[in-house]
């Protein structure tokens, strides 16, 4: 080999080489070029997204996506057509999915109008906001989640950072709930634990989490105990009191009575969540059960009787708290003047024996009637019957029947003077149990008047009755209404198992109860109608 060959050999190969290196340094060129371009797409395609959304004035679908739409539902019937043994439930299930897209899309796209049409300015001192920028956020609704854009800035004033978009959709600053969800969030809570509530939500067409529905749900009734303390502080100035006394539903009516029932029922907590073991070494007692304290208000002239003999009460307020006797006074007393306590003849208290209702209905209610409830007083004389001849024996009856009869005729002072007698017959422990139930008839005599509305009662079912009577006739003889209430709370906050904290059970009570009395639509202005079940 020559040393010309070698060289040229050589020379080649370097050339190779290098032609090699250009084309590696190309590629990598073009990578990078790619790889930039790619980076760049994902940074304009939002920032395209933002600018579309941001100019948005109207709410509504394309013609293709309309076209799309409708050849979709079009495919779905026809598979249902041909298919015999689908039924309109899957017409009804198949449409509800069909549109649930189209029906995002429109959410997504009138919400955002709404928001671009929203001034940016301060909500308290109307001053335009400063430092403007943009910021999106996903937000959950009815039809899935919504991407939105919205404007917010700082009011140099109230030196705050504001969204008036948020504001003016209805939109929590840290919760993703739309209004929607926030108010079934409140509404499956307060009947449902929120594990239950996740399937029930799902059939329904709503994908909610149980931490959804359960942190919104506390968040919701938070927000009624906020409105609720808004009622209350119209007790705190003599014209607003006035004003609310003078609030009347509808032209005048005759003269009527209103009755106010109040009960109270036990419910288990767990305020010291994770401390149970350390408060118990260092020795203190641990409360699990607390009073709930309950009352409802109604007028005589709204109960009535259904064709089967059960009384319904066609409108009525409740009270429900956790809070304690004076938090249950503030807001029963702002209950009854919502309820016509200014307007009514008489004021008719209901309730069984616990003293603390009778001072509450002294320091409040100083007018009222009160009155024992019938059943109670039946139940004392029985539990006497069940102890001198033993429960169920005819001896027991034939003994309780006449006091029974005298308990309705007013004739409490006999029946005193009856149990008096049989006193010194017996043995000590069963004198000392008599006793107790001497004094309990004592106490309560002058609440024991129940002849007039017997008698009543009776005229009516024989058909002889006066027009007054027919009004007397009506008056509960106990207090019935509220110890069903009772029990339908328990029903939700009662479950075996359960254990509440303070601030949970009271918020969720707050919100049931603003759904009993009809006030929903204080909290959620969107929901046309709203329930006041008895
Ligand atoms: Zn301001």
Redesign the pocket.
């Known amino acids: 080999m020559t040393t010309t060959e070698t060289t040229t050999r050589q020379i080649r190969r370097a050339q190779a080489r290098q032609i090699h290196r250009a084309q590696a340094r190309q590629s990598q060129t073009e990578q990078a070029q790619i790889l930039t371009e790619e980076i760049m797409a994902q940074r304009t395609a939002p920032a395209a997204a933002k600018a579309k959304a941001l100019t948005l004035i109207k709410g509504q679908l394309t013609d293709a996506e309309l076209q799309a739409w409708q050849a979709d539902y079009d495919a779905r019937l026809q598979t249902i057509h041909q298919c015999p043994e689908q039924n309109l439930g899957h017409i009804e299930e198949s449409l509800a999915d069909a549109v649930k897209e189209p029906l995002r899309l429109l959410a997504e796209r009138a919400a955002q109008a709404k928001a671009n049409a929203t001034t940016c300015q301060?909500?308290?001192?109307?001053?335009p906001l400063t430092h403007r920028r943009q910021l999106s956020r996903v937000i959950d609704s009815r039809f899935g989640p919504l991407t939105l854009w919205r404007d917010y800035g700082r009011?140099p004033?109230?030196e705050?950072w504001q969204f008036p978009a948020d504001y003016a959709l209805g939109l929590a600053k840290k919760a993703s709930a739309s209004p929607y969800l926030q108010e079934i969030s409140a509404l499956l809570v307060t009947k449902m634990p929120a594990e239950q509530a996740v399937p029930v939500a799902q059939r329904l067409g709503l994908d909610l989490s149980r931490c959804l529905l359960h942190c919104e749900a506390h968040r919701q009734g938070l927000k009624a105990q906020g409105r609720r303390a808004q009622s209350l502080a119209q007790l705190d100035t003599w014209s607003d009191i006035q004003q609310l006394a003078s609030h009347t539903e509808g032209p005048p009516t005759q003269p009527f009575t209103l009755v106010i029932e109040i009960d109270a029922w036990n419910i288990r907590e767990r305020d010291d969540w994770g401390q149970t073991k350390e408060l118990l070494l260092q020795g203190k007692k641990l409360e699990r059960w607390h009073w709930v304290y309950m009352a409802t208000v109604f007028r005589l002239d709204h109960r009535g009787q259904t064709a089967g003999q059960r009384s319904l009460i066609s409108q009525r307020g409740y009270v429900a708290t956790r809070l304690g006797l004076e938090a249950l006074t503030a807001q029963l007393y702002r209950e009854a003047l919502q309820r016509g306590l200014a307007q009514a003849q008489q004021v008719l208290i209901v309730a069984d024996g616990a003293l603390w209702i009778w001072k509450l209905a002294l320091d409040r209610f100083p007018h009222a009637r009160q009155q024992l409830d019938l059943w109670h007083a039946e139940e004392h004389l029985w539990a006497v019957a069940h102890d001198l001849y033993g429960r169920g024996t005819a001896e027991a009856t034939a003994w309780v029947t006449p006091l029974l009869q005298q308990v309705r005729n007013d004739q409490t002072l006999t029946v005193i003077a009856t149990l008096a007698q049989i006193k010194p017959r017996l043995l000590e422990t069963q004198q000392e149990k008599l006793q107790t139930q001497i004094e309990y008839f004592e106490h309560n005599t002058h609440r024991m008047k129940y002849k007039a509305v017997c008698d009543a009662k009776e005229a009516v079912a024989t058909g002889t009755a006066t027009a007054e009577q027919i009004q007397l006739a009506n008056q509960p003889l106990g207090s019935g209404a509220i110890e069903s209430t009772c029990r339908q709370y328990q029903c939700r906050f009662k479950r075996t198992g359960q254990f509440w904290t303070t601030p949970g059970d009271e918020a969720l009570m707050c919100l049931e109860t603003f759904w009993r009395n009809g006030r929903w639509q204080e909290l959620y202005p969107h929901a046309k109608s709203s329930a006041a079940l008895n």
């Open positions: 301060c909500r308290t001192c109307q001053r009011c004033h109230c705050e």
